[in-house]
């Protein structure tokens, strides 16, 4: 069973802010040579630093991982999936850049669901299976220009996907014959995207809603160091208050990743060797919510400001989150009031509802 040992003193620190919201050797020698320095001043009195770069790729500004340069412009896609025990196993979900997870409803002991980010989606065989969208999605794939892809969702959605910012694609994708119910079918295959452009006049390439670059990354030759702060917890464990599939994350300390599990076991995805999700760095975030309606229909606070924790590498930070407009970046700042750095990698997002707060664990 896991531990449940609550951070009483780190709760009660933050209650008030909390509140207010390989290849073989011939090939290793071919990307030795692709690798090109770059002197590019790096300070205001003109010292210069080495800046490595690769022959026709890119720093992903999602993950700040190499990839393809021809996907620069390209934008996201924001995949909508189902978390029920019966949508399991999800497929492509490893292979995400960015995932969020939070509460769909107040029902049924608060479930979650899943919205995945992923840049290069072609390179995907499989993703989903891909469920219905909540306005909280909606509003959070439009600070990455993201396309969200989804099948439908409540009335309450409507104002939201009205928005100029916000782009989607719903019920337009494939049916897999997988044994179960309609409504646990439905994926996005390769291909799905290229036909959902050709049928539509949606932008493939950012647009004038694009804000920029989203998280701020360090280099991977000066990783983040959360020991250095005087705020640090240990992390070797972060168990979510999501009491319906019990979600955890548990920290590899050879891969230096944080392994996730729920419903009592390792998330594996078969679209890819049964690879685990993991992730690099967590962000977790507080947020209060509304209540729609008795059918537990919500929405989270999430232009709004207020509490949480950025996790890597076996430690934690309180941190507080700001996000201004629907098409603003999420900013996290540290205790002295600066914007973190991440580490490159994969990155978590959880939303834990205020009201659940004190049940978080981190140890």
Aim: glycine share 8%; proline share 4%.
């Amino acid at each position: 069973m896991k531990r449940r040992t609550v951070l009483l003193l780190a709760v009660l620190a933050m209650s008030t802010a909390l509140v207010a919201c390989g290849g073989d050797a011939a090939e290793e020698t071919q990307q030795e040579q692709n690798v090109v320095g770059e002197t590019v001043d790096t300070t205001e009195d003109g010292a210069s630093a080495e800046e490595e770069t690769v022959d026709g790729m890119y720093r992903s500004e999602l993950t700040n991982e190499w990839i393809d340069e021809s996907l620069k412009d390209q934008r996201p896609i924001a995949v909508m999936v189902d978390n029920e025990s019966i949508a399991l196993p999800h497929y492509g979900l490893s292979e995400a850049d960015v995932v969020y997870e939070m509460m769909n409803s107040t029902m049924n002991g608060r479930i979650t669901r899943f919205m995945a980010l992923f840049k290069d989606y072609e390179s995907v065989e499989q993703i989903g299976s891909v469920r219905s969208v909540r306005p909280t999605n909606v509003i959070l794939s439009a600070e990455w220009n993201a396309i969200l892809c989804h099948d439908g969702g409540p009335f309450y959605i409507d104002e939201y996907l009205a928005e100029p910012s916000t782009d989607n694609f719903s019920g337009t994708f494939s049916r897999v014959d997988n044994g179960k119910p309609r409504e646990y079918t439905e994926y996005v295959l390769s291909g799905d995207m290229e036909k959902n452009f050709e049928n539509s006049d949606v932008d493939k390439e950012y647009n004038s809603y694009y804000e920029g670059e989203h998280y701020q990354f360090t280099s991977e030759e000066n990783p983040v160091d959360l020991s250095e702060n005087t705020d640090a917890i240990d992390a070797s464990l972060v168990d979510l208050p999501f009491p319906h599939n019990g979600s955890y994350l548990e920290y590899d300390e050879d891969a230096q990743v944080y392994n996730y599990f729920e419903y009592g076991e390792a998330h594996l995805d078969p679209g890819n060797d049964n690879a685990q999700m993991n992730f690099k760095n967590l962000l977790i975030q507080s947020c209060g919510f509304t209540q729609y309606d008795e059918h537990g229909y919500m929405i989270f606070d999430c232009i709004s400001k207020g509490g949480g924790y950025y996790v890597t590498n076996g430690k934690a930070i309180p941190v507080t989150w700001e996000k201004t407009s629907m098409t603003s970046p999420t900013r996290y700042y540290d205790a002295a009031g600066n914007e973190i750095t991440l580490n490159t990698g994969k990155t978590y997002v959880g939303f834990v509802p205020v009201d659940d707060w004190q049940d978080l664990v981190i140890e």
